[in-house]
């Protein structure tokens, strides 16, 4: 198992022109061989002391992939490439971790 944490840093208030060609992606990639869970995420509100500040133009994709070949296959989905090209002016910053159970 695979399990990757992607921390998409946006352009200010354009988190929800991201969000919306995210989720046309969405269904293909979850369509893919070896994809066991993929998502977006935006930070939550709570009264939680210990939390991070919350990020307006944040949004964090939570996946899992059964192995890495899987995720490899993804990253050069042609989905993938024409997703990145229509967001390409949205996304300012990424931070990609790539991690496995413990």
């Known amino acids: 198992m695979v399990i990757v944490l992607a921390t998409i840093e946006l352009a200010e208030g354009r988190r929800d022109d991201f969000l919306a060609e ?4 969405v269904p293909l990639v979850r369509a893919e061989e070896g994809c066991v869970e993929y998502g977006p ?7 939680i002391e210990k939390q991070a500040p919350l990020r307006d133009n944040t949004v964090v994709v939570v996946e ?3 192995s890495l070949d899987a995720l490899n296959a993804h990253l050069v989905a042609p989905h993938m490439g024409a997703y990145r090209e229509r967001v390409k002016d949205l996304v300012t910053g990424m931070n990609l971790q790539v991690l496995e159970p413990a």
Not at 41 to 47: G, N, R
């Open 64 to 66: 899992k992939w059964e």
């Open 41 to 47: 995420a935006v930070d939550a509100v709570t009264s």
């Open 22 to 25: 995210f989720h046309q992606v």
